[in-house]
């Protein structure tokens, strides 16, 4: 029998790679400059050049050329998280923030480290990075009851201790002469060192009263550094109260207290003294008198309206101008000419026929 030969035009001409498999050349050509076109992306991405570990929460990391917008915008945290490859558990808790007057070195927070561990970490998969974990903690002056369910832990400059929004690039604007600059060291012009306290966002302390109660007591967003004073607030689990006439003590993985210990006292409630339509998801309420701190936090109020319906609303973080703040419907809007009845929810106020027409 005889067999015909076949000539393939160039054109169509395949090559067999190892699995026995026919590629076409442009396939193999476009896997090519897909792989070279990564390779370059690579290259092309900030490169983690130090590592200083500030305390237990708390590193700075220098890179080779500033991180680029979408890898700190707080919006992309979730996807930022995952670029910051730890072992241990170790794990990002916030977005970077850039020191004031670095050019790519930052402020990151993490989830506890442990004393001597040693810790590696990978960005975007690139080479391992190592450093030695530590369990030092931020020197915490004072701690005091500020209403019936919250009370503050404050640090001072004089300590040598300093929030974050006071040294990063991204709050410098608001933050007035409280802004300063830190070296590499973290030493001031004059040379005072500061430890500094990162973000606080899903933070936690412990309260133990004198009558046995026990509490893990989180963080209220957004009061960390706010009226120029840093202390943050920290609320008990919804529905529970500090007791008037117990004595707390408070502890925290991250904080060594000097004065670690508050006896509680009944505390009056906020009171609202009017409130105002902004437009038909938000409006503003004003106290009788300017709480000088932010005590408006993660608060929320029920409109009733007029018509049967209710809507919950919540304040808007750092919207607070004195005695007043703005607060926003969730998830509904406002009929229009409804007067709207404000009642305070769990009891972090009181409000006497405070009301408004929603515009």
């Known amino acids: 029998m005889k067999f015909k030969k076949h000539i393939i035009p160039a054109v169509l001409a395949v090559t ?37 570990v500030v305390n237990t929460m708390t590193l700075q990391i220098t890179f080779n050329k500033p991180l680029a917008t979408e890898d700190v915008d707080p919006n992309n945290l979730e996807n930022i998280k995952k670029q910051f490859e730890f072992n241990h558990d170790l794990s990002i ?28 970490l990978s960005y975007k998969e690139q080479r391992v990075k190592t450093f030695e974990g530590t369990d030092e903690k931020i020197e915490i002056r004072n701690t005091k009851q500020v209403t019936n369910d919250t009370f ?13 929004a006071n040294v990063i690039e991204a709050y410098k604007a608001g933050r007035g002469d409280l802004a300063f600059e830190l070296d590499r060291k973290n030493r001031d012009k004059d040379g005072k060192r500061y430890d500094i306290i990162s973000s606080l966002r899903d933070r936690y302390v412990t309260v133990t009263g004198s009558n046995g109660d026990k509490f893990t007591v989180n963080y209220v967003p957004f009061t960390q550094a706010a009226d120029g004073r840093q202390a943050p607030k920290f609320r008990l689990p919804e529905g529970q109260t500090l007791k008037q006439g117990v004595t707390y003590k408070v502890t925290s993985k991250w904080a060594d207290i000097d004065n670690r210990w508050f006896t509680a006292e009944n505390i009056a409630p906020l009171k609202l003294q009017s409130a105002q339509a902004i437009d038909n998801k938000s409006f503003q309420i004003t106290l009788d008198k300017d709480p000088r701190t932010e005590l408006f936090a993660g608060r929320g109020v029920e409109l009733q309206g007029e018509d049967g319906s209710t809507v919950k609303a919540q304040y808007r973080f750092s919207s607070r101008k004195g005695a007043v703040g703005i607060f926003d419907v969730q998830n509904a809007v406002l009929k229009f000419g409804v007067k709207y009845k404000v009642v305070p929810v769990n009891n972090w106020a009181t409000a006497e026929n405070v009301s408004f027409i929603a515009k």
């Open 16 to 52: 067999v790679i190892s699995s026995g498999v026919p590629v076409s050349n442009d396939i193999l050509h476009a896997e090519a400059a897909s792989h070279k076109v990564e390779e370059s992306k690579k290259q092309q991405e900030a490169r983690i050049t130090n590592i200083n």
């Open 152 to 164: 503050e832990l404050e640090s001072f400059l004089e300590d040598g201790v300093v929030d974050y």
């Open 93 to 120: 808790v916030n977005v970077p923030r850039l020191k004031t007057g670095a050019k790519s070195t930052y402020i990151v927070p993490v989830t506890f480290q442990k004393d001597d561990v040693r810790y590696k």
